[in-house]
């Protein structure tokens, strides 16, 4: 089933002095978002601007495994352009979670997206195994963690290996808007839980790192992967 969220999408920008015409400015530019996963439906999901409720919602944009579309253009995946290429997605049932960034000079919104459950696809056998956070007001994708982009880790070093969907529904914080967040938390299919560290001021420095694995050891140690339970949420 689709779930949804719902954000003030634009945070206000710190300045010495505003002046009234300023913070009226401010003020127009928040907008509430609306965001849905596809669920068993599909690989993606959409943006809807309703703050104004009576005019009905506006799509803001639109991702899936195959494009980014905002404002009746659409990118391809395969494209080239790093931003649009969300071909790992999986059957995006989990919620998004929702933060600031700061991004080229300023405060952004962000949403971190969990790649979902297994579509079955064997032309793409790592969809579901990611975690992708996009600007909230565009879709761009601002980074991705999968086993391609050397960026997950494990928490003493080295590379971690994403063996599991993402399934979970993750957490940032902070997500109050205005405040820069600096983690996210997200759990996949294997019962594991990652921790997303975005204290760095470039996204291509954030990353990735196992956080805690329920059956690694002890009373629930899993002596194979069908002995696991997922994270969902």
């Known amino acids: 089933s689709q779930r949804a969220e719902l954000i003030a999408a634009t945070v206000m920008d710190g300045g010495k002095n505003p002046t009234e015409a300023d913070a009226k400015s401010e003020a127009l530019s928040w907008r ?26 506006n799509v803001m944009w639109e991702i899936d ?5 905002k404002n009746g253009i659409c990118y391809p995946s395969d494209g080239g352009t790093f931003s649009d290429d969300f071909s790992k997605l ?11 960034a700061f991004l080229d000079n300023r405060e952004v919104a962000i949403a971190v997206l969990p790649g979902g459950d297994d579509p079955q696809d064997s032309a793409q056998p790592q969809a579901g195994r990611v ?27 080295g ?19 205005g405040v820069v967040s600096t983690r996210a938390f997200v759990g996949d299919a294997g019962g594991r839980l990652w921790r997303i560290d975005m204290r760095a ?22 002596e194979s992967d069908s002995d696991r339970q997922p994270i969902l949420g």
């Not at 909230?136 to 980074?143: F, H, Q, S």
């Not at 994403?162 to 808007?177: D, R």
């Open 90 to 100: 999986g059957l995006t049932k989990g919620r998004p979670a929702y933060g600031t």
């Open 201 to 222: 001021t470039n996204p291509d420095d954030w990353k990735m790192e196992l956080f805690f694995d329920t059956y690694d050891d002890g009373p629930l140690k899993a």
């Open 32 to 57: 509430s978002v609306l965001t849905a996963g596809y669920g068993d439906g599909g690989r993606g999901y959409v943006a809807l601007d309703v703050t104004n409720a009576l005019d009905g919602p």
């Open 159 to 177: 590379n971690a290996n994403l063996t599991f969907h993402f399934t979970g529904s993750p957490a940032i914080y902070s997500n109050v808007p």
């Open 65 to 69: 495994n195959k494009q980014r579309c």
């Open 131 to 157: 975690v992708y956070i996009v600007r909230l007001d565009t879709g761009e994708k601002v980074a991705e963690f999968s086993n391609e982009s050397g960026n997950v880790k494990l928490m003493g070093g």
